[in-house]
Structures are given as C-alpha cells and as structure tokens.
C-alpha cells in the first residue's frame, strides 16, 4: 500500500472498477488497485451547498476482504448502503475530504470509516 495519501487519489482513476451505487452525491465502487492487486471500496459522499455551490465531499478508499465483497455484491444497488456498516468496521483506510469552506486533504487514517450524510 502506497504511504503517499495524496498519490494514490490522483492515480484512482487508474484502477480497475466495478460500480455498485452509482448515484450523484453517493456512490459504491469496488476499486482493485494495478499495483499490488489489491482490493478496496471507494465510497463517494456529496452535501450541495445550495446557497455557495461549495460542495462538501468525501471519498474513501477501504481495503476489503473477499467475504466483504460478496456482501456488497449480493446486496446489490439498493441494500449495499444498508450493509455498509458491516464493512467499515476499523481499518486503515484512505480519507481524501473537501469540507465545504475549507481545503482538501488526503491522508490515510485508522479506525471505524465514517458513514456520511448525503444528498
């Protein structure tokens, strides 16, 4: 696992994807990083800032295991948000967050993933 946060979200879009919610302001991705073949969810979150138009993100990346997969999978688009308690559970995972009014900052962080509000 590369240790430079800030690299590995410029190079996500070079890995290899299967989207599991696919939505505007929240989605699901099952990443497998072209590196060390790795496996990760990438989970996007989006509060609209209607006055602003500052956007709130967050996007992180969590590494999963098999089982974790095929739970995701089973619960397809319309369950997966509902068992995603069960596949944050604490980790280290990659944080990359824009708050609205503020920087964005990539960096790798431990424990329980937050389950963000979302539009």
């Given amino acids: 696992m590369n240790d430079d946060a800030a690299a590995v979200v410029a190079a996500r879009n ?44 967050a996007w992180f990346a969590v590494p999963m295991s098999d089982a ?14 509902a068992v995603l308690p069960d596949v944050t559970t604490a980790r280290k995972y990659l944080s990359y967050v824009h708050p609205r009014g503020g920087s964005s900052a990539a960096r790798w962080q431990h424990g329980a993933v937050p389950l963000l509000p979302h539009d």
């Fill in 14 to 57: 070079q890995f290899a994807s299967e989207s599991i919610v696919s939505d505007s302001h929240f989605s699901l991705t099952l990443l497998t990083c072209p590196a060390c073949g790795g496996q990760f969810l990438g989970i996007f979150f989006e509060l609209i800032d209607w006055a602003g138009g500052d956007d709130s993100q």
């Fill in 68 to 81: 974790e997969i095929a739970m995701l999978r089973a619960a397809g688009a319309a369950g997966a948000e």
